[in-house]
């Protein structure tokens, strides 16, 4: 199925994070309850996840040179 929305958020240092697993999916809140993203994972899903995200991370570290 892949991905059923196209969005852009910016997240800072200080974004509200939650988390909570129901079932066989991690669900994710990003922001405040008003004004947040909610992402819903399978298991596969959010492996890949955090992969890309700690890829991002240690690109981000090593002084990789930024686009803007």
Do not use: F, K, Y
Not at 24 to 39: R, V
């Amino acid at each position: 199925m892949g991905i059923a929305l196209d969005v852009w958020v910016n997240i800072d240092g200080d974004c509200p994070m939650q988390s909570e697993v129901a079932r066989n999916e991690a669900q994710l809140e990003l922001g405040h309850s008003t004004g947040s993203l909610h992402l819903i994972l399978d298991e596969d899903g959010l492996t890949r996840l955090v992969e890309t995200a700690t890829a991002a991370l240690d690109t981000l570290r090593s002084g990789w040179p930024t686009l803007m």
